[in-house]
């Protein structure tokens, strides 16, 4: 086979680049909102009422003036009314921070005086976003809540119309900082570790089903999985919000997740979240698993999620749970979230540890997450998951436009029934690129992928599993829909794509074309198949001169056992390269259910652009 690991490189810097003019039209427009925050830091607010001055440093007997600022946030936080301004003077590093937190009043800004206490460096990778980091200053404005007799131990408690900027947080008892049903509040610019020291559970993973192979059977988590509290946590139940949280560097927790939004119960959510560097976190004995960025919606509630240049890297500790990004929708809420331009590198911890995470638990919700321009690397678990474990008709959809995933790092192997046989008793965390899991009742899960690469997948790159436990919901999943156009799938162990039917499914959707699934380094390149437990309704699987329309030209070879492999279902795989202008090799694409046929006629007589329009031989 001919090296291509140069081509493929050179593949995903173009990926990567294709964003590269918005990041740099958002980050000077960021330059710009920054400029003008620390020129108001100076200015009296919007409302025109006082602006107060607290030092760690500063004697007793103050009266909150610059020249004679409290020495306490409790003294702050009683003097100070709605709309004023707080400003927490720099102090040396070697000074004690302001302990106790503070309680925002409404229309009030919390802001760190002196120059950013945080600043941007060059991205982990080429055409990544800006890295932010602490700008290493002798003296900051630094603040904390060590216990949990004041706010429950966050160190500042969001109002409604309130921002925090500036400042550095570090050690709280549970949270830095916290909103609950707070209305249009921004957290900019700090410098946030050491956060969760009590191990309090916070954001907790919604309850589901987790399938294995054997159909029908999976284990019920009833009680869902606790987090730790987060660093930055926004709740909101009974109102409508916007938020904004962006270039804050949060780092080296001892216990807790790094940026949640949770709507429950009927709230209404927009939140931005931009810019972040979130590494170092570490899950502690007290709570399951750890997220880096976090959303959730419960109840009837509704989150619109807006994630733009954010950096997860080196999270986790041995053994942990650690979900960099971690997507929740359960019962009957609505999530919608966008993410763009993020970087993920170096997970840390065990094998369920995630560049990214989307489960459906419990109930019967609708949500989409869009993932664009955007670098995956180097994760010892499933880099991306979407399992859509909800009971009562719940809707997934995944969307990957211009992604770059490279090396899992762990083989958590396949089941005994598949080709070669393995030992594997479940389809999650085993190393996949993509690990997708049709599980709930009258369920649907759909995978969009656009000029997108997959590389060094060191199980499967795309497996799609669909077992229906008892106990999640009455009636089968419904529909499983995979259009994969002008991606990079490629060199995977064992399939670069597997579509594994256990339990009956009524739809099952499959269009491919453009696209590069060649080369298996122990297994099949492709395969679909129906186990003898299994049945589908209606089944259109199109790798091209199908039914729905695909145009073929994809590259199928280098399985080392199979190419193309079905059992019990029909495959049209017309117009496509298979290594060699003769078409597929003898025994190389296999139907192994009588009466079912793949169609390989028309094949390419050379290597399309899936393949870097390279003649390459076997």
Known sequence: MIERKTGLECRARRILAAGSTVLLTA???????????????????????????????????????????????????????????????????????????????????????????????????????????????????????????????????????????????????????YGQDAVGVSVHGNDISGFDTSGTAGFVVQPFYLESYAPGVANDVAAGIPAGWAAI?????????????????????????????????TGDISAQVNYNFITKLVQCSKVR??????TQVTGSSRLRATLFGNTEANTGSPGANMDSLFVNPAEAGTLIETIDHNVYMTGIGGASTNGFEYIVSNGGGTSQVTISNSFFQNNPGDMLEEFNRGESGSTATL??????????????????????????TVPDNTGECLG????????????????????????????????HPSGDGVGNPHTIV????????????????????????????VRVQDSDLSVSTSGVAVAFDQQSTGATTSAVIDLGGGALGSDGRNCIFGGAIYDLEATQYNVAAENNWWGSAKGPLVGKVVETGPGYKIDTSSPLRRAPDACNGEERSQ
């Not at 760690?56 to 003294?75: C, E, I, K, R, Y």
């Not at 009974?238 to 780092?251: D, E, F």
């Not at 940026?259 to 119960?265: F, K, Y």
């Open 27 to 177: 980050m000077a427009a960021l330059v710009s909102i920054g400029a003008t925050t620390a020129a108001r830091a100076d200015d009296n607010n919007a409302y025109g009422h006082n602006k107060w001055y607290v030092s760690a440093t500063a004697g007793a007997g103050g009266n909150g003036g610059v020249s004679a600022p409290f020495n306490t946030l409790a003294q702050v936080q009683q003097a100070s009314g709605p709309g004023d301004t707080i400003i927490i003077l720099p102090s040396p590093v070697s000074a004690p921070p302001l302990d106790g937190g503070i309680a925002l009043k409404a229309g009030q800004r919390l802001i760190g005086g002196g120059p950013p206490v945080v600043k941007f460096g060059a991205p982990l990778v080429t055409g990544g976003p800006p890295v932010v980091g602490a700008s290493g200053l002798p003296s900051v404005p630094r603040i904390t809540n060590t216990t949990a007799a004041a706010n429950s131990g966050d160190a500042v408690r969001l109002a409604d119309d309130t921002d925090v900027e500036n400042l550095v947080i570090t050690g709280p008892y549970r949270g830095a900082i």
């Open 233 to 265: 946590l926004i709740d909101t139940g009974n109102v409508s919000t916007a938020v904004s949280i962006s270039n804050n560097y949060v780092h080296d927790g001892v216990c807790g997740d790094g940026i949640d939004i949770r709507g429950l119960n």
């Open 482 to 509: 995979l259009d994969i156009n002008n991606s990079t799938i490629n060199g995977s162990r064992f399939y670069n794509l597997w579509v594994n039917d256990v339990t009956p499914l009524t739809n099952l959707k």
């Open 399 to 424: 969307i990957l436009d211009h992604v770059v995933v490279e090396q899992t790092t762990i083989s958590g192997g396949i089941p005994g029934y598949a080709t070669p046989p393995g030992s594997a």
């Open 289 to 294: 698993t750890i997220e880096g960025i976090g």
């Open 436 to 467: 997708i899991g049709s599980v709930g009742a009258n369920d649907t899960t759909i995978l969009q992928m656009i000029d997108s690469l997959f590389t060094g997948c060191d199980n499967n790159g795309i497996e799609v599993t669909n077992n």
